[in-house]
């Protein structure tokens, strides 16, 4: 679209004025997917997966504070095999083990397909939601994952399920099971998660 030749505007907005109309005209014609409607039923479909045993994966019981959850095996500014500085909270139980959100938010980033000792990512399977002051919650070495990116959660949701994935180890031959809980803020920068924690 031009400009008419010979036409006195008066202004910016007057000769913006049917630039503004043609693309309202083409922005109604285009058809809108509702973003419910484009996740609509994948999330029941994620959370029926199936296991390695190939049964559909059964819903249990979510914890409710760090007790029930597992205990801490490095605190946050301890030192791992991988870090001096561990800037999360390392909290170990049986692979299976529910893995609540500690806060509310939206699910910005999702990771799954990790194996055990995954060379692509130390973080294994993860989920991070960012909360409505902008800290983002990284959930890692997950073995299972139930929730999908945009999904609104609630704290105390379960979003997946502990594991090994990504770059773990044991000290006592175990499989190395764990969540490794991590909390960044608004300006990147870690802060110490167990404040989140009850």
């Known amino acids: 679209m031009a400009l008419k030749e010979n036409t006195t505007y008066r202004g910016y907005a007057s000769a913006i004025k049917p630039f503004i109309q043609t693309a309202k005209d083409v922005g109604e014609s285009l058809p809108v997917e509702k973003p419910t409607e484009k996740f609509s039923g994948l999330v029941d479909i994620i959370k029926q997966q199936p296991t390695q045993s190939g049964s559909a994966t059964p819903r249990q019981s979510v914890p409710t504070n760090l007790s029930s959850l597992g205990s801490i095996t490095t605190p ?47 973080y ?45 180890y044991s000290l006592s031959g175990g499989t190395g099971s764990h969540l490794d809980y991590r909390v960044m803020n608004a300006f990147n920068k870690y802060i110490n998660p167990l404040q989140f924690i009850k």
């Not at 561990?86 to 806060?103: L, M, R, Y």
């Open 76 to 122: 946050y500014g301890g030192s791992t095999r991988y870090e001096k500085f561990h800037p999360g909270v390392d909290i170990a139980n049986k692979i299976g083990t529910s893995i609540p959100t500690f806060t509310g938010g939206v699910v910005t980033d999702v990771r799954t397909g990790q194996g055990s000792n995954s060379a692509k990512s130390s």
């Open 124 to 168: 294994g399977n993860y989920v991070i939601v960012t909360d409505p002051q902008g800290n983002k919650h990284r959930y890692s070495h997950l073995d299972k994952v139930f929730v999908v990116i945009n999904k609104p959660v609630t704290a105390g949701s379960e979003i997946g399920r502990m594991g090994a994935s990504g770059s773990v």
